[in-house]
């Protein structure tokens, strides 16, 4: 009986972590492309990669942002998609390789719907001999530079107020 009181003390001695609100939208032309070749369902799983990065790198830095707006403007898988092997039967997925990687934007906004700043990141792999076995690996490595970057730069109070050109 006595670790309840002891248990309820350091849940409100223990710092509270604010999680942000993370939104993640696609571009009308990476739209295009999701429907034309890659399948829309690969918007959902890159989505969902983008907000598992920016929560864990931001939880890491230990900052908070009430919410961050980010956009997918571009992205090219390391390896056919489902709906590629489908509509191209000659493709091969164990031995079909391309270099891929994304381009993102975000905005950050403070608890009052403030814009604290914005930032932009692309990377795509340039050698196909260091792409991966997954389908979105350099994607994949493209999200997780974007959130550790956008971390750091949150953290330092660095984002610019306007994207970059």
Do not use: C
Not at 42 to 60: A, F, M, Q, V
Not at 65 to 86: E, M, N, W
């Amino acid at each position: 009986m006595k670790l309840v009181p002891i248990t309820a003390i350091a849940l409100l001695l223990a710092p509270a972590a604010m999680a942000a609100e993370i939104n993640v939208s696609v571009s009308d032309d990476f739209q295009t492309k999701l429907q034309d070749d890659y399948g829309t369902r690969e918007g959902d799983y890159l989505s969902n990669e983008i907000k598992e990065d920016l929560t864990r790198e931001l939880e890491k830095a230990g900052v908070d942002v009430a919410r961050i707006d980010v956009t997918i403007i571009d992205a090219r898988p390391s390896k056919p998609t489902f709906k590629q092997l489908g509509d191209e039967p000659g493709l091969d997925y164990g031995a079909s390789r391309s270099t891929g990687g994304m381009k993102l934007s975000a905005t950050a906004y403070d608890a009052d719907g403030t814009k604290e700043g914005e930032y932009e990141y692309s990377w795509y792999e340039t050698d196909i001999r260091m792409t991966g076995i997954t389908t979105w690996y350099d994607a994949n490595k493209a999200s997780n530079r974007f959130a550790r970057n956008f971390a750091e730069e949150v953290k330092e109070g660095t984002l610019s107020d306007q994207n970059p050109s």
